[in-house]
C-alpha cells in the first residue's frame, strides 16, 4: 500500500535567501518551555502575524535526520481547517543570514477521529486537525519555517518561527532501540490512579512497556494524560489510538502511560514550585514535552515518533508497515 505520510522534498541545490532578522523568525512557539506566556498561560497563543493568523509549532524535539514537523494554525483564535499551507524551511547562520533549504506547499490533515464523546460538543474552538510534514534535517542549529495559508507563497502575510535542531533528540529518535521500563499496570495500582482518561480502556494497561517490548510484537506506547494536558494542542491523543487498535487488534501492543506523577486518586503530585513530575516512565524516555506517541516494531526498534497533536492517517500508515 502506498503510504500516506507525506514527505517534503528539500531543494538540496539551496538557495540564498535575504537575511532573516531575529524577529522575523520570532521566539519559540512550540510548546516548549521559555517564553513568559507560555509559563504562566499554556493556552495562550502568540500575536498574529501580518496575515492575521498565528501559528502554532506543535513539535519541538528535532534533530538532525528524518523528523516530523508539525503545527496549527489559528485566525481569530480558531484553528484553521480545510485550507492548505505554504511552508519554508530555512538554515540561519551567522548574522541571521538564511539559507532555503526547502518549500511547497502540504494540505491541512484531519485526525481522524470524533472527539466530542469525551470533550462536550463540538465548538469552533476544538482541535480536529494539524498540518504536517516529514523533512530530513541535513545539520543542527538554528532552522526557521516560514507558513502562509494557501497552496502558493504569500511572502507578505508569512509568519516566521525559529526552531532548534539538536544533533540527538531528547526523547527516542527513529532507528533508536526503545527503553525497556516496568511502567504502571492494573497489576500495580487501580485504573483511576494510572488513566486520566474521562472513559479509561483496561486494554491498555494490562502490559507495561518493558512486557511489551518483550512480547515479539510491534508496540504503540502513548504517553499522554487526558486530564491535566493544558495547551491548544494537545489533540485527542488516546481516541487515536484507539481507533488505530480497533483496527489491528492483537497484531499489536497498545500502552498507555500517564507521563507524570498521580496520586491513588489520579491526582497530580505537584513537587517543588508546584511543578509537574515525571514519572519513572516519562524520566527514561527522556520526555522534554507531552502527550507522545511511539511506534515500536517487533525487533524493539522506533519506527516512528509523534509528539503532539497527530492524525489516524499517520499511525495507520505506520502500523501497516510492521504489524502483520
Keep these: 500500500m502506498k503510504s500516506r505520510v507525506r514527505v517534503l522534498l528539500f531543494a538540496l541545490a539551496a538557495v540564498a535567501a535575504t537575511a532573516l532578522l531575529a524577529a522575523a523568525c520570532g521566539g519559540d ?14 493556552g495562550a497563543l502568540p500575536t498574529p502575524g501580518p496575515g492575521g493568523y498565528a501559528v502554532v509549532l506543535s513539535t519541538a524535539d528535532l534533530a538532525v535526520g528524518q523528523a516530523r514537523v508539525a503545527f496549527v494554525i489559528f485566525k481569530d483564535e480558531v484553528p484553521v481547517t480545510d485550507t ?5 524551511f530555512f538554515k540561519i547562520g551567522a548574522n541571521n543570514q538564511s539559507t532555503l533549504k526547502g518549500s511547497g506547499p502540504i494540505p491541512w490533515a484531519p485526525l481522524g477521529v470524533d472527539s466530542t464523546e469525551d470533550h462536550g ?39 516566521r518561527l525559529a526552531m532548534e535542531v539538536k544533533q540527538k533528540p531528547s526523547a527516542p529518535g527513529i532507528g533508536a532501540k526503545a527503553v525497556s ?8 495500582a487501580p485504573l483511576k490512579a494510572i488513566d ?47 481507533e488505530a487498535a480497533t483496527t489491528f487488534g492483537d497484531k499489536a501492543n497498545f500502552v498507555h502511560v500517564e507521563p507524570y506523577k498521580l496520586d491513588s486518586d489520579g491526582v497530580l503530585e ?17 520526555l522534554p514535552s507531552e502527550p507522545w506517541v511511539f511506534v515500536v516494531d517487533a ?12 492524525t489516524l492517517e499517520e499511525l495507520l500508515a505506520v502500523l501497516e508497515g510492521v504489524a502483520q
Design 299 to 310: 525487533d524493539g526498534t522506533v519506527v516512528a515518533r509523534f509528539e503532539g497533536p497527530y
Design 121 to 159: 460538543a463540538h465548538n469552533d474552538t476544538e482541535l480536529t486537525g494539524v498540518y504536517y510534514v516529514n523533512i530530513a534535517f541535513d545539520e543542527p542549529g538554528q532552522w526557521g519555517i516560514g507558513v502562509s495559508l494557501g497552496d502558493a507563497l504569500d511572502e507578505q502575510g508569512e509568519v
Design 84 to 88: 492548505a499551507a505554504f511552508v519554508r
Design 196 to 242: 486520566t482518561s474521562p472513559d479509561p480502556d483496561e486494554p491498555f494497561h494490562q502490559l507495561s512497556i518493558a512486557d511489551a517490548l518483550a512480547s515479539g510484537k510491534p508496540s504503540v506506547i502513548a504517553f499522554a494524560t487526558p486530564s491535566f494536558c493544558e495547551t491548544r494542542t494537545c489533540g485527542p491523543s488516546m481516541e487515536v489510538v484507539t
Design 29 to 42: 512557539s512550540s510548546g516548549d518551555s521559555g517564553g513568559e506566556d507560555e509559563v504562566t498561560n499554556p
Design 270 to 286: 505537584l513537587g517543588p514550585g508546584n511543578q509537574r513530575q515525571l514519572a519513572e516512565a516519562g524520566i527514561a524516555w527522556g
Design 181 to 188: 521500563v516496568d511502567s504502571l499496570t492494573l497489576a500495580d
